[in-house]
């Protein structure tokens, strides 16, 4: 059997009113493949990761997860709404980190990273304090389980979001602009963190603005732009040759920031450094 | 000046045994009105829009209507739909159904304190509605609720005192037939003064402890 994609998207579109978030997004995302996307901000990014774990519902097209597909049923007279309960077991496997990382902040950090485990997989307290304490190790705070999110530095909350999707044991983890919240300072340890995933062979894909990033650890990089994908490729061929104005004119853009944030002190290093290591 | 007390040693079986059951009316009634208020609140949230609907008439109907009315719907329509309550069972219920639509909206208001986005990242973890009630939401938003929520029980105890008017024997109905005995006034009223401020201090005692029990 050839390997099927971990998430398969076709003609994806989202209405909000009757303004077009998406049309027409067709990806694939295969196993073990880290996807990044870029693109300015109102491109979709956002919307195309919420619509791929059904947190907003599209318009049409289709969103599958491993084979199965995501939010509707398929039948006689076409796609029909699924139950929660459904949808629920259909992105079982599908992690997600966000912008803002949505700690429950009544909960230790150990507890936000084990009630999934809990409540919906019904693994033993002990054992899922066990997982847990694996998922914390892989983001360096095995010695913050105790600790509240509110005591914890914007980084460390977030290497908590990321433990919290990974104790799951997610087959795909979607990013959401994991660093854009933080201080620059303390963009790095997330950043490390994620490098790691990505060579322990995780699935992801992660909307960013990194290019340091996106150039050097993504197998693929998608750029968008008014709700489309515009160009994908490797990244050393995407940011050393881009094919459309619009992405040299993003990539453009980023420079000249980017030169800015150096005269700063600030050094994310760049694309073409990255891409050719 | 000895009479004085003595109409109060004389009538406080009366007025303890009047506390007592404007305590334990009170009391079932606020834990049934907690119970339907937060059943309100959760039918409130979900997709089904005419059982939406039937929730927000229901808040508004209660909200709009006099307590002593729909004491006195359930008290003497009641039989004649065959629905025939002794007048303590009218008053749990109707306090109660009445506080509902209150509670329920304190609740909503809980609720609606929780960002989006926990709510998001529990759907994601898989959590199902109600766990994300039981294990998101209202974890954080006790804190919140429990001042509104013991101000709303005094209100209901305090308004309890309507009940005298369905013949339930409580505080004030007691009050009234040590008023009509003894044709005193002073003693009476104090007396039912000093018991009702006992009973709502006692209520926003507990409401402190709880507020200290369910931070975090
Ligand atoms: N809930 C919503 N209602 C209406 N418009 C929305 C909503 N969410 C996003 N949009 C719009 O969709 C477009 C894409 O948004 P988004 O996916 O957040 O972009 P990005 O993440 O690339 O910055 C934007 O123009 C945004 O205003
Ligand atoms: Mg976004």
Known sequence: MATQPTIRIRDLTKEFGTFSALSGISLDINPSEVVCIIGPSGSGKSTLLRCTSFLEEYTSGEVEIEGRLLGYRRTASGLVRESEQNIDAVRRNVGMVFQHFNLWPHMTVLGNVTLGLRLTKHVPRAKAQEQGRRALAKVGLENFSDRYPSQLSGGQQQRVGIARALAMEPHVILFDEPTSALDPQLVGEVLDTMKQLAKEGITMVVVTHEMGFAAQVADRVVFMDGGKIIEQGPPAKLFNDPQSPRLQEFLDTWKSRNMLFQADGRSPGTAEEGARP | ?216
């Open chain 2, 1 to 216: 000046m000895i009479q004085f007390f003595d109409l109060w040693v004389q009538y406080a079986p009366l007025m303890l045994a009047g506390l007592a059951t404007t305590a334990w009316i009170c009391a079932l009634a606020a834990m049934l009105g907690v119970v339907a208020g937060l059943a309100l609140a959760c039918l409130d949230s979900v997709a089904f829009a005419p059982l939406r609907w039937a929730v927000r008439a229901y808040i508004e109907i209660m909200r709009g209507l006099p307590i002593l009315i729909f004491l006195f719907v359930l008290y003497y329509g009641g039989p004649s739909v065959g629905l025939r309550l002794n007048a303590e069972t009218v008053g749990v219920f109707g306090l109660g159904f009445y506080a509902a639509a209150y509670f329920a909206e304190i609740f909503r208001s809980g609720f609606q304190s929780i960002p989006k986005g926990q709510i998001e990242a529990a759907r994601m973890a898989g959590l199902s509605g109600p766990q994300i009630i039981r294990h998101v939401k209202l974890p954080q938003m006790l804190v919140l609720i429990t001042p509104p929520m013991i101000n709303q029980i005094i209100i209901l105890v305090k308004e309890s005192a309507v009940l005298s008017i369905i013949t339930v024997a409580e505080l004030t109905k007691n009050t009234t037939q040590f008023v009509n005995e003894t044709y005193a006034v002073i003693q009476p009223y104090v007396a039912a003064a000093v018991l009702y401020w006992l009973l709502v201090e006692a209520v926003a005692q507990l409401g402190k402890f709880v507020e200290r029990r369910v931070r975090f």
